[in-house]
């Protein structure tokens, strides 16, 4: 017996941006070289008897507009059990460095709703929201990083409504990195503030993996 809530046969999905493709497409196919190819190995410890297909479906530099474009062919077609999504902070940093009035916080609350509303209507699959995350250290930061600082909340608000509203499981990344930077320096998890190192996609995955675990 296991106090996972995973089950064997099931599929698990992963879609995201760059800190969910890693690599999977060219240099380290097919989960990528972070968190994604990480979450197994953790499970395994834990289960060795289960049987779960992963897929990973992240493409460096997505927004949800461009995840909406593909959702039928990376996420519906797949008929996943699991859903896994971390997605945000590209529609922030276009918003806010780019201009881009179709990421900001509101277009990007009604397309992550309407793709989740598509997911599990489709597919049935259980839901994994992942927080956006800005990993950075508050001494020294610039004036870019501080309005990224400002505005995210207001994505990361957004992830927790709809985890409640589709009752999946909520991981706190955001959160968690800020508890980890506190007694340590920044590069201890990111060369910089968006992209992990592999002690930063290690602290994703058993984050991930704990909110697995039954209850």
Same mark, same amino acid.
């Given at each position: 017996?296991?106090s996972?809530?995973?089950?064997?046969?099931?599929?698990?999905?992963? $879609?995201?941006?760059?800190?969910?493709?890693c690599?999977r497409?060219?240099? *380290?196919?097919?989960?990528?070289?972070?968190?994604?190819?990480?979450?197994?190995?953790?499970?395994?410890?834990?289960?060795?008897?289960?049987?779960?297909?992963?897929?990973?479906?992240?493409i460096?530099?997505?927004?949800?507009?461009?995840?909406?474009?593909?959702?039928?062919?990376?996420?519906l077609?797949?008929?996943?059990?699991?859903?896994?999504?971390l997605?945000?902070?590209?529609?922030?940093?276009?918003?806010?460095?780019?201009?881009?009035?179709?990421?900001?916080? $509101?277009?990007?609350?009604?397309?992550?709703?309407?793709?989740?509303?598509?997911?599990?209507e489709?597919?049935?699959?259980?839901?994994?929201?992942?927080?956006?995350?800005?990993?950075?250290?508050?001494?020294?930061?610039?004036?870019?990083?501080?309005?990224?600082?400002?505005?995210?909340p207001?994505?990361?608000?957004? $992830?927790?409504?709809?985890?409640? #509203? *589709?009752?999946?499981?909520l991981?706190?990344?955001?959160?968690?990195?800020?508890?980890?930077? #506190?007694?340590?320096?920044?590069?201890?998890?990111?060369?910089?503030?968006?992209?992990?190192?592999?002690t930063?996609?290690?602290?994703?995955a058993?984050?991930? *993996?704990?909110?697995?675990?039954?209850?």
């Open positions: 017996m296991t996972l809530a995973l089950r064997s046969g099931e599929r698990f999905l992963f $879609v995201g941006d760059s800190i969910t493709d690599g497409r060219e240099e *380290f196919p097919p989960l990528g070289n972070g968190y994604a190819a990480i979450l197994p190995g953790l499970v395994y410890a834990q289960a060795a008897e289960l049987d779960i297909e992963y897929l990973n479906r992240g460096n530099g997505n927004t949800t507009v461009e995840l909406e474009k593909r959702w039928d062919e990376d996420c077609s797949l008929n996943p059990d699991w859903l896994s999504i997605i945000g902070i590209n529609d922030c940093h276009r918003y806010l460095l780019q201009g881009s009035q179709e990421t900001g916080p $509101v277009p990007y609350a009604q397309r992550l709703e309407s793709l989740l509303q598509r997911a599990t489709t597919t049935g699959c259980s839901l994994i929201l992942l927080e956006p995350f800005y990993w950075m250290l508050p001494p020294g930061t610039d004036e870019q990083q501080r309005r990224i600082s400002a505005l995210l207001e994505y990361i608000a957004t $992830v927790h409504r709809l985890a409640e #509203q *589709f009752q999946a499981r991981v706190r990344l955001h959160e968690l990195g800020r508890q980890v930077l #506190q007694g340590h320096p920044a590069e201890v998890l990111s060369p910089e503030s968006v992209h992990p190192n592999t930063g996609h290690g602290l994703i058993h984050a991930l *993996f704990q909110a697995l675990h039954e209850g």
